[in-house]
């Protein structure tokens, strides 16, 4: 049994088909089976359920998936031991299209003041495939609002919770939410992700009927949209507070609904002090909302 088999067990597992899996680890489809029939052999277990399409692990494969995670972490601990220090180690970091997206560049920037041999690579993508990187090895953070899909095998912990606000254009009178809603243009939030369900679920607990006029899948643009005029809509505070412009803002939800924000990240990394670091650094740059570890 070697790394290689490890990890090409744990690419299987992710992208369901040995294909699949073989592009990932730069292998032909042959060559991944081979390689699963070897382990097999060796361990004198069955994997795999080869009945089914595309094959299944079985509760042998499902066992030895999870002491691969364990083993290549293990591995990874070593070889930044070996180096002297995990603080001239590098980061992986995946973030969703939030509006706290902002937060990262400064949060790098202002860690690599503190270790600076460092190097962090970032990338934006969907929760569900971050969190399957985070799972796979492929990243060792990712940045995800409160996520009913993060694993047991993962740990999430919040650096921001901040509360939603309405918002309406300049000049806008202070009135009720509930009238404002009702009388506004509205412009919604058109993304399935867990903050859009937040927004609609209180408008619905509340029955108030938007006067709907566009949908928009950026937090940023949906800001500008207001700021222009064009509507009122609901956003976290801290895109207000990012944008800076002299719009209507007001608590929306009663009580005052909140989101939560946090890093997922596995809870024996061997990166676990630049892991914190970064957290907690995220967490100094959200202001008052701030989550520390």
Not at 235 to 244: H, K, Q, T
Not at 259 to 279: D, F, Y
């Amino acid at each position: 049994m070697d790394t290689r088999q490890l990890r090409t067990l744990i690419a299987i597992s992710e992208y369901g088909t040995f294909a699949r899996a073989a592009r990932e680890v730069c292998l032909t489809p042959s060559a991944v089976s081979q390689q699963m029939l070897a382990l097999e052999q060796e361990l004198e277990a069955s994997l795999f359920n080869r009945q089914t399409r595309p094959p299944s692990l079985t509760l042998h494969g499902l066992q030895l998936l999870e002491t691969a995670r364990k083993v290549l972490g293990l591995v990874e601990e070593t070889r930044i031991s070996l180096k002297g220090s995990n603080v001239s180690s590098s980061l992986s970091i995946g973030s969703v299209r939030t509006s706290t997206i902002a937060l990262l560049p400064r949060a790098i920037v202002a860690l690599r003041e503190i270790f600076p041999e460092l190097h962090v690579d970032l990338r934006v993508g969907m929760s569900s495939a971050l969190l399957s990187d985070v799972n796979a090895g492929r990243l060792d953070l990712a940045v995800v609002a409160e996520h009913a899909g993060v694993s047991r095998n993962l740990s999430w912990s919040p650096f921001l919770r901040e509360p939603l606000v309405f918002i309406a254009p300049p000049g806008t009178p202070v009135r009720p939410v509930r009238e404002l809603l009702e009388t506004l243009p509205f412009v919604h939030f058109a993304s399935d992700v867990p903050l859009a369900a937040l927004i609609n679920n209180e408008l619905t607990h509340q029955e108030v009927r938007t006067r709907h006029i566009a949908e928009i899948d950026t937090i940023p643009a949906i800001v500008e949209c207001v700021a222009a005029g064009l509507g009122a809509s609901v956003v976290p505070d801290i895109a207000v507070r990012e944008n800076g412009r002299d719009m209507l803002k007001l608590p929306f939800g009663r009580p005052q609904i909140y989101r939560q924000i946090g890093t997922v990240r596995h809870a024996n990394s061997a990166k676990s002090e630049l892991l914190m670091a970064m957290h907690n650094k995220l967490a100094e740059l959200s202001g008052e909302f701030g989550v520390f570890m």
